[in-house]
């Protein structure tokens, strides 16, 4: 009976054991290897980079087919956090990288064996310094409107030296840099860029670039990465469909067919003119059931639309115009105001009716009275006019 209870308290312990015990870190890496060699970066386009290097197997690992040799590569802007890290196989790597900013690549071999036992060289790095000059770009933004045209704006630091700005446009299915061809004046100064939509691809990003030439200070170039679909504004739906059904109202817009049904998303504003109230349904597709709005008043519904692919939201387009539906939908009279328009114009035109017949309608009303004088002085006068005393006669004894 001893040797049992021995036993499991034996088992208790080692499980107790196993679970209070801390995890063990493995190990770092052992520095056996030669450390990559002639490391370069051609810059391409704008804001890309190409790092290369090169790296020979040391002989007494030629024959060793059970380990993979790769590389560890990272940036670094600023002397931040080191960032955008990524192991392959490869010899060289191309990166968009912020040229805003003094950039540090680096990068080191690595190999991990069958065993679990890895082996690294040390890092070698390269800096990329960034553009001196005083920093004279601000507010800037690009808009690619339906995917018809792009607008690139900006303003220009006040304390900035006067100077003539550039804009220049790269992608990476682009041969060489682009020049702006339809700049935006904002009095005489250029402070944007039109790119018609044809000359760009929808699918890649848009790398730009304003640069100031000025011949009282070096001005430092602006950089900018635009993802694809992310500055996309497109122009609102088309026009609006609403049914009645049992439970309430079927709603549906008109899309152009160019757009990607699957890449686009809605939203649809409902507002009741009776409670003056909204809510806004977000819509996956171009038709939306609305159970909750007064089917006996009258509502409005507006649409608008923003490109959504893999998370990287556009800019939502203008709301539609109001589209009127439910009971009260058609032409109502408003007798309020009908009422103060139709009172004033009753009473002119009765006014104007009654003008010839108003004097003798006044007499009617207000008789005239005599004239006193008038009176006293017909009493006074003879039918004749005649005004002579009369003569007197005396009878005779």
């Known amino acids: 009976m001893s040797g049992r209870l021995q036993q499991l308290l034996a088992f208790c312990v080692s499980g107790w054991l196993a679970l209070t015990a801390r995890p063990v870190k493995a190990a770092n890496c052992s520095v056996e290897l030669p450390a990559p060699t002639n490391l370069t970066v051609v810059l391409r386009g704008i804001g890309h980079v190409n790092c290369s290097w090169s790296w020979l197997t040391p002989r007494h690992l030629e024959n060793d087919t059970s ?3 790769q590389y560890k590569s990272s940036f670094q802007y600023d002397d931040g956090r080191w960032e955008q890290r990524k192991i392959n196989s490869l010899l060289y790597r191309e ?7 003094k950039v540090i690549f680096k990068v080191r071999v690595y190999v991990k064996n069958e065993t679990g036992s890895c082996r690294s060289s040390n890092w070698v790095s390269i800096t990329i310094p960034s553009d001196e000059g005083v920093v004279a770009v ?23 030296p006067d100077a003539i700005y550039h804009f220049h446009y790269w992608q990476r299915s682009m041969a060489s840099v682009q020049n702006c061809s339809d700049y935006i004046y904002k009095g005489n100064r250029r402070a944007g860029c039109q790119i018609d939509g044809d000359k760009l691809l929808k699918e890649s990003a848009l790398n730009s670039r304003v640069q100031g030439v000025s011949a009282r200070g070096k ?6 990465k635009l993802e694809s679909f992310a500055f996309v504004k497109l122009r609102p739906p088309g026009r609006i469909n609403v049914a009645r059904i049992r439970e309430g109202f079927n709603v ?18 409902v507002c009741s003119v009776k409670r003056d109230s909204c809510v806004v349904y977000e819509c996956q597709n171009a038709v939306e059931k609305i159970n909750d709005a007064d089917t006996k008043s009258k509502n409005s519904i507006q649409v ?25 939908a058609g032409t109502t ?10 009172i004033p114009v009753l009473v ?50």
């Open 219 to 224: 001005i430092k170039p602006f950089y900018y």
């Open 348 to 397: 002119a035109v009765t006014a104007i009716m009654l003008f010839p017949k108003l004097k003798q309608l006044r007499r009617w009303i207000l008789p005239p009275i005599p004239d006193p004088g008038r009176l006293l002085k017909d009493m006074f006068l003879d039918g004749n006019g005649d005004h002579s005393v009369g003569q007197l006669f005396v009878a005779s004894a």
């Open 95 to 101: 990166q968009c990288v912020d040229r805003n900013r």
């Open 252 to 269: 549906s817009w008109e899309i152009p067919s160019d757009w990607k049904s699957h890449c686009t998303k809605y939203e649809a504003r």
């Open 67 to 69: 380990s993979l040799y």
């Open 304 to 328: 608008r639309a923003m490109y959504d692919v893999c998370g990287s939201s556009g800019i939502w387009s203008e709301w539609t115009p109001k589209h009127y539906f439910g009971e009260d």
């Open 138 to 160: 601000e507010n800037f933004i690009c808009v690619f409107y339906n995917f018809e045209y792009v607008n690139c704006t900006w303003d220009v630091n006040p304390t900035a």
């Open 333 to 342: 009279w408003n007798w309020s105001i009908a009422l103060l328009i139709f």
